[in-house]
């Protein structure tokens, strides 16, 4: 059983949601950071990549966090985002690609996340988890959602989907350049919020989908405090997250980006790469699409992945061993055992900087633009996961590698807020 928790949120006004909304911290570069906030000042991203305003110091720099904290205050302090006087949820509906996703924002316990209540899929970076620890304890909130699936058994999507039906109005709506449409309902009657703590109570499991770093730094706050002999109860003690139903997301692969060939020449690493994959030349790749189609006849007894070196995709193919187990059967597992780690001595995907990542929503042209200037000097595009797949593993207590899923609706910052000050 999970609990979920009314809060009172911090919000920007209806006027302000579209300049102040912001795509995701781990979504852009630094570069690309500084680039939104010289266009549009008032980005949330000037508090969750505060790093972009200050690029001559580390992005771990004491004073990166302090800006990100003097940031969140400006908004506050301007009238341009300001705390809701009574507690609340709050819907958030997503209109994208012809499709709509439908989640509920609510305050989850970290006691869930301690026992399991909420499990998880991926192992978190530790500089990544660091950050934002270092990052929520400075602003004294929760300012990106923590993006959860739940495992609908009765009428609990029906419920929440029935509660924005019809003309109601959105208390705040963000239109992004790529065409989707974000949009804000506050939930405030008494005995709707009854109705859904009531239905949650049913849900034996929730399941990350996207936000293991987000949801991890939050635990370890609470960690620290009761460490250092401080109160840790009521919204400290609470994180937030948008649930979905976990038959109404998509997924995509996650990319690696991989700086060197370490002591191969392309011409080695390829004829090493062919003791362990079958390895053909895929031919014209559609730099637009999330995700390129396998060649191969019967994909699903296959690991696949494709190869962006020196100007040319291939298809690589390797048989599935059937008595692997949950983990071992993953593509980027394999990747992970037979490449990265027996070629290239890279044992620990978490912390080894040469390998990088690259988000599955994120068009394929990105990674041949990022090889062909050199910033990279190869890619490895990945097939997406199943959705059961993720949860099995969860059930089961497996960790799958690092960036594995790339889940779909990304949720934009700066639309909620949970503050715990």
């Known amino acids: 059983m999970v609990t979920i928790y009314r809060f009172a949120a911090v919000r920007p006004t209806p006027a302000d949601a579209q300049s102040i909304a912001a795509v995701p911290y ?29 690029p001559d110091l580390s ?61 998880r899929h991926e192992q978190t970076r530790y500089d990544k988890e660091e950050d934002r620890t270092r990052h929520i304890d400075a ?25 924005i039906a019809g003309q109601k109005t959105p208390d705040a709506e963000v239109h992004t350049p790529g065409g989707s449409i974000h949009q804000i309902f506050r939930i405030t009657e008494p005995q709707v919020l009854d109705g859904l703590e009531h239905r949650f109570r049913k849900i034996q499991n929730l399941y990350i989908a996207d936000g293991h770093h987000r949801a991890k730094a939050a635990v370890n706050l609470a960690n620290r405090k009761r460490a250092a002999g401080l109160p840790v109860d009521g919204e400290i003690s609470r994180f937030m997250g948008v649930l979905f139903a976990h038959d109404r997301v ?26 362990r994959y079958t390895v053909n030349p ?95 000097r190869l890619a490895f595009a990945m097939q997406p996961v199943r959705v059961g797949t993720v949860l099995s593993i969860a059930n089961a207590g497996g960790i799958m590698p690092p960036k594995s899923t790339w889940f779909e609706p990304k949720l934009l910052s700066g639309l909620v807020i949970h503050s715990f000050v």
């Open 26 to 54: 781990d979504v852009v570069t630094a570069d690309e950071a500084r680039a939104i906030i010289r266009e549009n000042p008032d980005s949330f991203l000037t508090v969750s990549r505060s790093d972009a305003e200050l």
């Open 59 to 119: 992005p771990h720099d004491d004073r990166v966090y302090d800006r990100a904290r003097d940031n969140f205050t400006a908004l506050q302090e301007s009238g341009r985002m300001r705390k809701d006087e009574r507690l609340s949820m709050y819907i958030y509906r997503i209109q994208q690609d012809g499709e709509i996703f439908i989640g509920l924002c609510c305050c989850l316990d970290v006691e869930d996340y301690r026992r399991n209540n909420i499990r």
């Open 139 to 163: 602003v004294k909130a929760h300012d990106g959602p923590v993006v959860l699936l739940y495992q609908d058994a009765g009428d609990l999507f029906c419920f929440i989907e029935t509660l």
């Open 250 to 275: 998509r997924i995509h692969g996650y990319s690696r980006l991989l700086a060197d060939l370490g002591p191969y020449t392309p011409e080695t690493f390829l004829s090493g790469l062919r003791k």
């Open 282 to 376: 895929y031919g014209h790749v559609d730099g637009s699409g999330y995700n390129i189609r396998p060649h191969i006849a019967s994909p699903e007894n296959y690991h696949i992945m494709h190869l962006y070196l020196e100007g040319t995709w291939y298809e690589c193919c390797r048989p599935v061993d059937k008595d692997a187990g949950s983990i071992d059967v993953l593509d980027v597992a394999v990747l992970q055992k037979h490449v990265l780690e027996e070629m290239l001595g890279i044992t620990d995907p978490r912390g080894d900087a040469r390998l990088q990542y690259l988000g599955g929503a994120r068009p394929v042209s990105d990674l041949e633009k990022l090889v062909d200037a050199g910033t990279y």
